[in-house]
């Protein structure tokens, strides 16, 4: 793999760092007026999800990791391995619990997800930023209830446990911000 | 990449203004000390030997040479030549420097005041910071005073390699084979600049392995200490200045110091300004002398986080 230098170091590049797959999150310019030039770098290691922050001097070099990140359409789960396919290609790729990862609460089958590929393997699973799901288990609603911004638990038939507001019902389908957990309002047909 | 509306100035017509209004107060405030502004050229025939500064080059055969890093050399010229007090206020270029804090071509203020020391050149930065800023407040450490506080660790008596231990525990485990110089400057910028107070801080007697141009000493522990000091503006350095070295002797031995290092690091090697030297060798008077970053004044009076948004056209608008 190619080589990349600290003056082409930005966001979203990936590079291997001991070894590990990691994305670049910030690179800050440090350059004391007399002294030697340096970049701050804060990576994300793909592998663990742990932030860290390292300082290389200017022309220090890291080397490319082969990280692609790819759009892939989520097929079933087996409850071992998560199936994703190349929407162009159709060609599978099975991700296991741990590429998964917290993803495993939003994904519904056939969304598209970006699948982030580590030679060629699944590293990690992104889903949408916004899923609907619907309610399969919940207290019963209270009627009218619109005003008093209370919340309680909700089951989505992804087994995914969210707060929504009290007079929402079983069966009914919720949007939710996958980043957060958040409950975002009635999923709009 | 070019987009659409790229060829407008990056800041609009209040922050030109002000640009404007500070440039204005500088040269009020200095003219009003005595100190007379000159123009010096940004375009010289030689780069300056320091190893970490990069110069420039302007090609055709009949102009081949740099464009000034800092006026320095010019001024110094000046001074031997009986000049007096002076200042000068212009572009300087440094290659590579890239950044939220620097950008390749900026604005210098640069003054020498003849007869005085570096303290007495401190509280005039002071004043002037204060013209511009009449509520700032102000603190004066010594470096070694700094680092205790924030590092709790001597930055003359350690040895390096306990220097290159916490810079590696700092996250900088590559850091073990760096020099003194090196390994001091990471410390300071992670350890000690992001803690030290808002308003002005002027950091003086500097360790004597990042002496540049000023003269060494020994402090009241005799340590072995240079006579530069360094001013910070809300956490951002502004300013550089020294008691100036007018010892021609120690001046050759430094360029010499300093192409070693470049050598080592596999740096262009820099021609040495004999002008400048001869300069020296008929005899600079005894004065101090200090640079001052505009962009980087500008930057903290308005409150703005990015040096592009200090000034028009930075170099990714150009």
Same mark, same amino acid.
């Given at each position: 793999?190619?080589?990349?230098?600290?003056?082409?170091?930005?966001?979203?590049?990936?590079?291997?760092?001991?070894?590990e797959?990691?994305?670049?999150?910030?690179?800050?310019?440090?350059?004391?007026?007399?002294?030697?030039?340096?970049?701050?770098?804060?990576?994300?290691?793909?592998?663990?999800?742990?932030?860290?922050?390292?300082?290389?001097?200017s022309?220090?070099?890291?080397?490319?990791?082969?990280?692609?990140?790819?759009?892939?359409?989520?097929?079933?789960?087996?409850?071992?391995?998560?199936?994703?396919?190349?929407?162009?290609t159709?060609?599978?790729?099975?991700?296991?619990?741990?590429?998964v990862?917290?993803?495993v609460?939003w994904?519904?089958?056939?969304?598209?997800?970006?699948?982030?590929?580590?030679?060629?393997?699944?590293?990690?699973v992104?889903?949408?930023?916004?899923?609907?799901?619907e309610?399969?288990?919940t207290?019963?609603?209270?009627?009218?209830?619109?005003?008093?911004?209370?919340?309680?638990?909700?089951?989505?038939?992804?087994?995914a446990?969210?707060?929504?507001?009290?007079?929402?019902?079983?069966?009914?389908?919720?949007?939710?911000?996958?980043?957060?957990?958040?409950?975002?309002?009635?999923?709009?047909? | 990449?070019?987009?659409?509306?790229?060829?407008?100035?990056?800041i609009?017509?209040?922050?030109?203004?002000?640009?404007?209004?500070?440039?204005?107060?500088?040269?009020?405030?200095?003219?009003?000390?005595?100190?007379?502004?000159?123009?010096v050229?940004v375009?010289?025939?030689?780069?300056?030997?320091?190893?970490?500064?990069?110069?420039?080059?302007t090609l055709?055969?009949?102009?081949?040479?740099?464009?000034?890093?800092?006026?320095?050399?010019?001024?110094?010229?000046?001074?031997?030549?009986?000049?007096?007090?002076i200042?000068?206020?212009?572009?300087?270029?440094?290659?590579?420097?890239?950044?939220?804090?620097?950008?390749?071509?900026f604005?210098?203020?640069?003054?020498?005041?003849?007869?005085?020391?570096?303290?007495?050149?401190?509280?005039?930065?002071?004043?002037?910071?204060?013209?511009?800023?009449?509520?700032?407040?102000?603190?004066?450490?010594?470096?070694?005073?700094? &680092? #205790?506080? +924030? /590092? *709790?660790?001597?930055?003359?008596?350690?040895?390096?390699? !306990? %220097?290159?231990? =916490?810079?590696?525990? $700092?996250?900088?485990?590559?850091?073990r084979?760096?020099?003194?110089?090196?390994?001091?400057?990471?410390l300071?910028?992670?350890?000690?600049?992001p803690?030290?107070?808002?308003?002005?801080?002027?950091?003086?007697?500097?360790?004597?392995?990042?002496?540049?141009?000023?003269?060494?000493?020994?402090?009241?522990?005799?340590q072995?200490?240079?006579?530069? &000091? #360094?001013? +910070? /503006? *809300?956490?951002?350095?502004?300013?550089?200045?020294?008691? !100036? %070295?007018?010892? =021609?002797?120690e001046? $050759?031995?430094?360029?010499?110091?300093?192409?070693?290092?470049?050598?080592?690091?596999?740096?262009?090697?820099?021609?040495?300004?004999?002008?400048?030297?001869q300069?020296?060798?008929?005899?600079?008077p005894?004065?101090?002398?200090?640079?001052l970053?505009?962009?980087?004044?500008?930057?903290?009076?308005?409150?703005?986080?990015?040096?592009?948004?200090?000034?028009?056209?930075?170099?990714?608008?150009?």
């Amino acid at each position: 793999m190619a080589n990349y230098s600290t003056n082409e170091f930005r966001s979203g590049l990936k590079v291997m760092l001991e070894r590990e797959p990691c994305s670049i999150l910030e690179n800050e310019f440090v350059k004391p007026g007399k002294g030697q030039a340096f970049s701050r770098v804060k990576l994300r290691n793909l592998k663990t999800g742990r932030v860290l922050e390292k300082t290389f001097k200017s022309g220090e070099s890291l080397e490319a990791a082969d990280v692609i990140d790819a759009d892939m359409q989520y097929l079933y789960g087996d409850g071992d391995f998560w199936y994703f396919m190349e929407p162009q290609t159709f060609e599978q790729h099975q991700a296991d619990e741990k590429a998964v990862g917290d993803a495993v609460n939003w994904l519904r089958e056939q969304d598209i997800c970006v699948v982030t590929l580590y030679n060629g393997a699944p590293l990690s699973v992104t889903p949408p930023n916004h899923v609907d799901l619907e309610i399969v288990e919940t207290d019963p609603g209270l009627r009218g209830d619109t005003a008093s911004g209370g919340t309680k638990p909700a089951i989505l038939t992804t087994g995914a446990v969210i707060k929504v507001p009290l007079f929402l019902e079983q069966g009914e389908v919720v949007r939710v911000d996958t980043r957060t957990g958040e409950y975002l309002g009635r999923a709009k047909d | 990449m070019v987009s659409d509306g790229d060829w407008r100035a990056a800041i609009g017509l209040p922050t030109l203004q002000y640009r404007a209004r500070v440039m204005g107060e500088i040269r009020n405030f200095l003219s009003s000390h005595g100190v007379l502004e000159v123009d010096v050229p940004v375009l010289g025939r030689h780069a300056v030997t320091d190893p970490h500064i990069d110069s420039i080059a302007t090609l055709g055969q009949s102009t081949a040479g740099f464009l000034q890093s800092s006026p320095e050399f010019y001024m110094k010229r000046l001074l031997a030549s009986g000049s007096g007090d002076i200042y000068s206020l212009g572009k300087a270029f440094r290659a590579g420097e890239s950044g939220a804090r620097h950008n390749v071509e900026f604005t210098l203020l640069e003054w020498y005041r003849v007869g005085w020391d570096e303290h007495q050149l401190m509280a005039e930065v002071a004043g002037l910071v204060a013209h511009l800023w009449p509520e700032v407040g102000s603190l004066t450490l010594s470096y070694r005073e700094a &680092f #205790e506080q +924030y /590092l *709790n660790m001597d930055p003359h008596s350690a040895t390096l390699s !306990e %220097l290159q231990q =916490v810079a590696a525990e $700092r996250g900088a485990e590559r850091w073990r084979e760096e020099s003194r110089a090196n390994v001091l400057d990471l410390l300071f910028s992670l350890c000690v600049e992001p803690l030290l107070p808002r308003g002005l801080v002027f950091l003086y007697d500097y360790p004597a392995c990042q002496a540049a141009l000023a003269q060494l000493y020994k402090n009241r522990e005799g340590q072995q200490v240079s006579r530069r &000091f #360094e001013v +910070y /503006l *809300n956490n951002l350095e502004l300013a550089n200045g020294y008691f !100036e %070295l007018t010892d =021609v002797v120690e001046q $050759r031995r430094r360029f010499a110091a300093d192409l070693s290092v470049r050598a080592a690091a596999d740096k262009p090697l820099v021609e040495q300004d004999q002008r400048f030297l001869q300069a020296l060798e008929c005899g600079l008077p005894s004065c101090a002398g200090v640079a001052l970053g505009v962009d980087r004044l500008i930057m903290q009076l308005l409150e703005i986080s990015a040096i592009d948004l200090s000034m028009p056209f930075s170099w990714t608008r150009r």
